[in-house]
Structures are given as C-alpha cells and as structure tokens.
C-alpha cells in the first residue's frame, strides 16, 4: 500500500511539471532550467525536433549518471517519473498542440509555470525521485556538498537559461531568469513544507499515562527527564517526542484530556533523524 501511495504521489507530482512545462513553459519559452528548459530552446532552434523528443534522449542519458551516482531505488523512481513526463508530453502534443501562448499575459503564465513545476518537482523530491534531467544533476550536488536542493537547482539551471536570450530575445531571456529565482525558492518551501514534524516538551506530573499513548497508539517513542518547578519546587516529568504534523492535534488533545495542567512546548522541524523518521 506503501509503495503504491508513493507512485500515485509520483505520478500526480509529474503530472504537474508536464502541464506547467507544456502549457505554459514551452509556449512563451521561457527557460527556467531543467530538459525542458533544454527542449525549449533547441526545439525553437531545430524545427524538425520535438520538445518532447528532446526531453526523452536527454533523460535516458541523465538516468544512466543518476544510476551511477545515486544509487538503483531513486532510478527506479525516476525513471518511472522520467517515462511518464515523457509520454504525457508527447501525448500533448498530439491531442492539443499548442502554438502559441494561451494568454496574452506572460506574467500569469510564468505564475502558473512557477507554480505547477516547483509543486511538483518538490512533490518527487520528496518521495526520493524526480522527473529525471537537472534534477538528477541537482541531487548529485546535493549528496556531495553541503547546498540544499533549492540552490543546487539554482546552479544547474542558471547555465540554461543564459541561452535564452539568444534564442528567443530580451523579453523572454528575463522572464525566465525571475521564473528561475522564483522557482528555487518555491521548491525549497514546499520540499521543508511536506518534510515538516512537531518536535514536543511536555512538562506534565502524569507522565506514565502520557509515554503510554504515545508508545501504544502513536507507535513512537519518547525520552523522560527529571524537572523541578522553580515556582512550586514540585516534582515534574518532561517528555521529550517528535511526530508528524498530522499526528500533532491528536497528541495535544490526549495530553490535555489526561493532564490539563500540563505544559507543552511544540516546534515545527524538518530535520528529525532516526528510527522512523530518515537516516543519514
């Protein structure tokens, strides 16, 4: 069941790049990185090419590095994800060419082609995939220095850009400059958005109960320390636990429903490693 959620989240997350790179990208080209960025400018420079032929030579090249590089289950996913934008774009254009923009207002069209891109590359980055190209390029980088995946994908996608300006003039070689910045920045907000947990303190003198639930129901664990209340100089327990978000309402409410005096401090984070969270 697993498995599955995860390929349903790949497919919507590729599925999102397809329509922003296809609708909205390749139209008006502009080129904010990545093979699509790629496709856009040569598919203007050589007619006989289709974008969508161009994106599917490039990947396969690109997923050979990413084997050798990062390892067999994040290529399985990719190449899946890689297949699908691929074929979702060559069936585009079949059923709907496009010839040129849908609006005549670039700045909306550079919204949505921030949008649907950054969501659904975070959506893949997540799920330990991505949708093959850059990306691929971006996550090597990633693994071997110290830049998050925001800045990485800025790097890798600032060199294809430049082209632009070339290819197709002024006007569109900026409006695919701001697209860049803008889509660096949305992915690394919406990659630490879906990555985010609570991390709690609870300061409570029922802590037996509390561990309880949080142990039998939760499937978690916790660390209980010693506390003394510097105003009563009563006795007190802090239980120290993480949990997803989702996980977060029902805790509050349990620990409230047990001990009502209690002090609970939560945060929210996106770095949580260990048992049941990630590793390394």
């Known amino acids: 069941m697993q498995t599955i959620m995860k390929y349903l989240k790949i497919t919507i997350g590729t599925l999102m790049i397809t329509f922003g790179v296809y609708l909205f990208k390749i139209p008006n080209g502009f080129s904010t990185g990545g093979v699509s960025g790629i496709a856009t400018v040569l598919g203007k420079a050589i007619s006989s090419v289709t974008p969508g032929m161009l994106i599917t030579i490039i990947n396969l090249l690109l997923l050979i590095i990413g084997l050798l590089f990062l390892g067999t289950s994040f290529v399985v996913y990719t190449a899946y994800s890689s297949i699908l934008f691929s074929l979702s774009m060559w069936v585009l254009e079949i059923l709907l060419p496009i010839t040129k923009p849908l609006t ?105 109960e509390i561990c309880k639930y949080i142990i039998s129901d939760m499937n978690h664990s916790a660390t209980v320390v010693d506390a003394t209340g510097a105003y009563t100089s009563e006795d007190k327990k802090v239980i120290m636990t993480v949990c997803k978000r989702i996980e977060a309402v029902r805790l509050k409410r349990k620990v409230n429903e047990i001990d009502p005096g209690a002090f609970v401090i939560a945060n929210n984070t996106t770095e949580i490693i260990g048992r049941g969270f990630r590793s390394v």
């Open 104 to 208: 005549d207002q670039p700045l909306l069209e550079l919204a949505y082609a921030i949008l649907l891109t950054a969501f659904g590359s975070a959506i893949l980055f997540h799920c330990n995939a991505s949708s093959g190209g850059t990306d691929i390029v971006a996550l090597i980088l990633k693994k071997y220095t110290k830049l998050d995946v925001g800045k990485t994908l800025l790097i890798t996608d600032f060199l294809i850009t430049i082209p632009t300006f070339i290819v197709f003039d002024l006007k569109a070689g900026l409006f695919s400059l701001l697209g860049l910045f803008a889509k660096a920045f949305v992915v690394d907000s919406v990659v630490e958005s879906l990555d985010m947990c609570k991390s709690f303190m609870i300061i409570t003198t029922k802590p037996d």
